[in-house]
């Protein structure tokens, strides 16, 4: 979708290696989410963002930390990459908390072999 | 804490069928509701939303959902699928964190299926 974009939007690397996952917006919106897509899962929300500097956990937050030094960018880290952590990432934002929904970026493939 | 329930996974439907997916939600607060379209290798994409006022949600593509409080239900409906509705449906509710903050949570999915 026009205003965000996620990078890498494939990859594949090695169990145990750390990866960091991209996630730019260009819409100036608050508010930032990592979730995880996974068969029967639907999306399963990772960690989110309130702001620069102000992050929190979701449901599967073990296995990831988060960072948010500037309004546009919205890192993802999987500390020490494992199996289970193959999947499709969506970053996605919000203007509001409650109201507006939210846009998705086109999705990060990851591959952990 | 609040869930999402979508009740089939897959619907296979013929073109110009109506089709209804099913969403259930667990929640003793007020909520907000949406239905989200992901067509394939593409991300997620707002199809319509319930904040207040009327039950009835309509889509600019035809696709409505009726807010049923007392059934905690929020279903999908369309009168006539076409080919091109092929696609993953997905229900979500905003859900409120016990430390106060919001965020989106999803039901599992259901892959509507046209064929000719």
């Known amino acids: 979708d026009a205003g965000i974009t996620q990078s890498p939007r494939h990859k594949v690397t090695e169990t145990g290696t750390p990866v960091t996952l991209r996630c730019h917006q260009t819409?100036?919106?608050?508010?930032m989410y990592w979730y995880r897509q996974d068969p029967g899962h639907g999306l399963r929300l990772i960690h989110y963002s309130y702001g620069v500097k102000d992050t929190d956990k979701g449901e599967v937050s073990d296995g990831y930390s988060v960072s948010r030094s500037k309004t546009e960018d919205f890192l993802l880290t999987l500390e020490s990459a494992t199996s289970s952590q193959t999947s499709v990432y969506f970053c996605?934002?919000?203007?509001?908390?409650?109201?507006?929904?939210?846009?998705f970026g086109s999705g990060t493939r990851l591959t952990v072999v | 804490a609040q869930s999402v329930t979508q009740l089939d996974s897959q619907v296979p439907v013929f073109e110009e069928a109506p089709v209804e997916l099913r969403c259930n939600y667990s929640?003793?607060?007020?909520?907000?509701l949406f239905w989200y379209v992901q067509y394939p290798n593409q991300g997620l994409q707002l199809l319509l939303k319930y904040l207040s006022g009327s039950t009835l949600v309509e889509s600019i593509n035809g696709f409505e959902a009726e807010f049923n409080k007392s059934q905690t239900s929020f279903h999908l409906r369309k009168p006539s699928v076409h080919i091109s509705d092929t696609a993953e449906y997905f229900c979500a509710v905003n859900h409120q964190s016990d430390t106060g903050r919001r965020a989106l949570t999803f039901g599992s999915g259901t892959r509507l299926q046209v064929q000719p």
């Open positions: 996605a934002i919000s203007e509001s908390i409650a109201n507006y929904g939210y846009t």
């Open positions: 819409e100036n919106h608050r508010y």
């Open positions: 929640s003793s607060v007020s909520v907000y």
